[in-house]
């Protein structure tokens, strides 16, 4: 599994991005795939996870209700009415099972994040 996140850029609040993750070997379809971030001086944090069917998504609090994730070929972060807390670099990540949650150690595989800037 080698992930790649793209899709993060400068945008004013209320404004949707969508982030998109990829498998450049194309071999985590049977894996679940999660979303986290990382805001500046603050622990990396969980956003929101996909099992390897595209169903039983779960995601943190924070986001519930403005974000969405789904995939397909590739996995996404579909971020709508953002605010200026989503401000942080977003990575994607891999779990060796078909289903995971919101713990960072049920992730093996990592991409490079890609940085989402909102501002108000």
């Known amino acids: 599994v080698q992930l790649q996140a793209s899709g993060g850029g400068l945008v004013q609040a209320g404004s949707s991005l969508r982030l998109s993750c990829t498998d450049s070997?194309?071999?985590?379809?049977?894996?679940?795939v999660g979303w986290f971030r990382q805001a500046p001086g603050k622990e990396r944090e969980f956003v929101a996870t996909i099992g390897w069917r595209g169903r039983d998504p779960i995601y943190a609090d924070s986001v519930k209700g403005r974000f969405a994730i789904s995939r397909d070929n590739a996995v996404y972060l579909q971020m709508n009415n953002l605010k200026p807390e989503d401000t942080a670099v977003y990575y994607c990540a891999a779990a060796r099972k078909a289903l995971a949650g919101r713990d960072r150690a049920d992730y093996a595989y990592w991409g490079q994040g890609t940085l989402v800037t909102v501002s108000s």
């Open positions: 070997r194309r071999t985590f379809s049977n894996n679940a």
